[in-house]
């Protein structure tokens, strides 16, 4: 058996009965060979001097350049062919440096040669079965692209939303290309995501003021995201890869990150996110390991100046190689790639924290003594999880949260999280691992958004957000998914009958509910009012409504909104001017410059 690889592979071959199976020539040929016999004990294959063959099928199935094969009364069957033709093709490459070489390959390749019939038979089934292989692989990536693209059909409808006009409609810099040079130079941006701003200032030139090219580029990464997110998880080798792919594709608490134009920075980040995990993954197991790690690198940074909420990437990358590795040193050495990571995720994740402080100003944001900020990070772990196996009551602002001193029953949550992640660690290796892994990806994610440092989206008075899980859903995904195809491949057949009804109606209600919810982003008033309807306090609703009303110029409905906007977050200057202005249009003077005074 030959396999070509950088540093050779080792072959266990424990009772061959292939002989009488195999032509003559490539027995031959395999006798004559000075590394290997015809009982072939263990033997170590070095490369073949100037062999330029690929095995790719076979190559997946190597691990670290270590294979170990065990055959009893091997028959002459489908996996024995592609590693008698390595070494047919390995040959006929030394036919110019030797006669006998030459001979023997044309021997070899003769397909005349009745004793090399059955090697080109399946040869040619061996292709036939590949074609039709990567047919399903192209059918099952078309399967989720059009799913996702069907959710989000309303989408395209849909014109632009709250912070839309901020980052894109009324945004100077994506004007001119001077702008983008201070896109990049961060002096006038609220965050540092150059990579996201220079995707706006390019859809601002190619589009203008018409949203559908910004939401068509949205939804077809969130369909890019969906099929990478298959992808990592089959090269990762977990089951029901291609349910978790879909089901991420149309998850309703994906919508906001989707529809809304100005959460383009969730998409492209995952997209680069999820190609850096995926070469990183492919280190090994590629002849370039070199070239895998360096593309791995700039897909992350690539990721960090989209959205920098993806420094959690080194630390998911750690668990993945604990998972994989067979013993500590294995570990040691593979975590040792991960440091220009983390050293790219601390320098990135410093400067969103200064742009932030930078951004919010005077502005009073409310997180809570430390001790508050740990239970409320507890609660923010379970609220999200829930969100994930049940989300209804979807809404943009949710209620606000207490930052007060917690009381003692407000510890439960975070007592019973770190319970759960203890008992796992606990159980690791009785069949637990890769739950231990999925619930560590889960937490590690969400931890730059659940309240430890002050940030801007806090000034809503809420901690939670449909946005801000966008990332960690990935791993609670792909263990409800794994779970679901081990029970259905380990049940009798009604059982599972009973899974794939479910799973069908399920994928059905989520398709459902996402396209429902993405008809709420339709436009400015149809997005609030859904807000208002399921949580009134929502000061950002009124005042977006107010600002909505007043452009509108129905004065009376923007002064309702706004006057209720100022009670619930007084501070704000502007909302105070734009409450004054719509008094002085509806000539109600002395209430507007008692506004004006205020603001």
């Not at 990762?236 to 919508?255: C, E, K, S």
């Not at 998911?316 to 040691?332: E, G, H, K, P």
Request: proline fraction near 4%; include cysteine; charged fraction near 20%.
């Amino acid at each position: 058996f030959f396999l070509q690889c950088p540093h050779g592979i080792m072959i266990r071959a424990c009772q061959p009965n292939i002989e009488s199976k195999t032509p003559r020539s490539v027995r031959a040929g395999m006798m004559r060979d000075q590394h290997i016999g015809a009982t072939a004990g263990n033997a170590r294959v070095n490369r073949l001097t100037n062999s330029r063959f690929k095995l790719g099928e076979i190559a997946g199935q190597v691990n670290r350049n270590l294979a170990l094969f065990t055959i009893h009364r091997a028959e002459f069957h489908a996996q024995f062919y592609p590693l008698a033709i390595g070494f047919a093709a390995a040959v006929a490459s030394h036919a110019a440096h030797s006669h006998l070489a030459f001979t023997k390959s044309r021997e070899m390749t003769n397909r005349n040669n009745r004793a090399n019939s059955l090697i080109f038979r399946f040869m040619q089934a061996e292709l036939k079965r590949d074609e039709s292989s990567r047919w399903r692989l192209v059918a099952a990536a078309a399967i989720i692209v059009g799913a996702v693209l069907l959710v989000y059909l309303p989408a395209l409808r849909a014109g632009f939303v709250w912070d839309d006009e901020q980052l894109i409609t009324s945004n100077p810099l994506l004007r001119t290309f001077s702008g983008l040079i201070e896109i990049w130079s961060g002096g006038r941006t609220a965050d540092y995501f150059p990579i996201t701003n220079t995707a706006f200032w390019i859809e601002h030139h190619l589009f203008g003021d018409n949203p559908l090219g910004y939401h068509a580029l949205n939804i077809l990464l969130q369909a890019a995201d969906a099929v990478l997110v298959w992808l990592v998880l089959r090269r990762l080798q977990i089951p029901g890869a291609w349910f978790a792919g879909l089901i991420f594709g149309i998850h309703p608490v994906h919508v906001e990150s989707v529809a809304w134009i100005s959460e383009l920075k969730n998409v492209l980040a995952m997209f680069f996110t999820l190609l850096s995990i995926l070469c990183f993954v492919e280190i090994d197991e590629k002849p370039r390991s070199r070239t895998w790690f360096i593309l791995s690198l700039i897909f992350f940074a690539l990721a960090l100046l989209s959205k920098t909420q993806v420094v959690f990437m080194p630390m998911v990358l750690v668990l993945c190689l604990w998972w994989r590795a067979r013993d500590f040193a294995t570990l040691r050495r593979e975590a040792i790639r991960t440091w220009p990571f983390f050293v790219m995720a601390a320098v990135f994740g410093l400067i969103t924290i200064w742009f932030q402080n930078r951004g919010i100003g005077e502005e009073e944001i409310i997180i809570g003594s430390v001790a508050r900020r740990f239970v409320n990070a507890g609660m923010a772990v379970w609220w999200y999880a829930g969100k994930v196996f049940l989300p209804a009551r979807l809404m943009a602002i949710y209620p606000r949260w207490r930052f007060d001193s917690p009381d003692l029953l407000e510890w439960l949550p975070l007592i019973a999280l770190v319970l759960l992640i203890g008992l796992l660690w606990f159980f690791r290796n009785r069949g637990l691992r890769g739950v231990f892994v999925a619930a560590g990806c889960f937490v590690v994610a969400l931890l730059p958004v659940i309240g430890l440092v002050r940030m801007a989206y806090l000034r809503s008075g809420t901690l939670v957000a449909d946005h801000l899980q966008y990332f960690a859903d990935v791993s609670l995904i792909a263990l409800v998914c794994a779970g679901v195809t081990m029970l259905a491949n380990r049940g009798r057949r009604e059982l599972k009958t009973a899974i794939a009804v479910i799973s069908i109606l399920s994928i059905g209600v989520m398709g459902v509910c996402a396209w429902q919810r993405t008809q709420v982003f339709h436009d400015e008033e149809s997005l609030w009012r859904d807000n208002l309807a399921k949580n009134p306090d929502a000061w950002q609703a009124h005042a977006r409504l107010g600002q909505h009303f007043f452009r509108q110029e129905k004065y009376s409905d923007a002064i309702e909104h706004l006057r209720r906007a100022v009670e619930l977050k007084p501070e704000l200057p502007e909302d105070h001017n734009l409450l004054g202005l719509a008094y002085c249009r509806a000539e109600q003077f002395d209430q507007g410059i008692r506004e004006y005074r205020e603001a």
